[in-house]
């Protein structure tokens, strides 16, 4: 059990906030006053989500995703589903998937390709907060993301390790005993 004096802090609040407002720029710019499903993906987007909502200009309706990746601990075993899917039609929709973040990259293909094979969507922005690009296994990219880190595992801002640290205002990394 980590206690949490164990996590070293990496992104700052203030940090976060600010790249947050610099995605919420691009999509309001490349958006304008079109209309948007914004979905969160449970569980770990859900301060992401909720905080980029708030910075966007245009008409914003927020649904919800859950996925499972079967895996242990803190690596990802590639199997991935989704396990509720709370969505409405989308069909002929602009859809921005908030993600927390892109790690091997076998959820972001997923949900590409899960949008792709449901719906006809008029547009998919793929946005994560964090991009973890040397762990990738699969050539998938995010359109947007707001910081590219190390390979850490990382919790807080939604991130979990076991369930916990996802309350956390900033993200931190958990040191490894040596
Ligand atoms: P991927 O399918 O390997 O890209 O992993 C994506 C999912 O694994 C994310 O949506 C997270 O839920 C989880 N994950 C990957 N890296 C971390 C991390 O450093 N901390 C917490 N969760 C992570
Ligand atoms: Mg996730």
Redesign the pocket.
Known sequence: MYTEQDIKPLISESQIQQAIKTMADNLNNLYKQEEVYLIC?LK??VMFMTDLAKQLKMPVKMEFIR?S?YGSG?E?S?K?RAIDILLPDLNDKNVIIA??????????K?LTDFFDYKFKVKSLTFCSL?D?KI?RV?DINPDYYCFEIDD????GYG???DGLYRNLPYIG?IETQS
């Open positions: 993906v770990g987007s996925l990746s803190t990802s590639g991935v993600e927390d973040i892109v790690d091997t990259g076998h959820t972001a997923f964090l973890k762990k699969v850490k595992f990382v919790v991130l979990d390790n990394y």
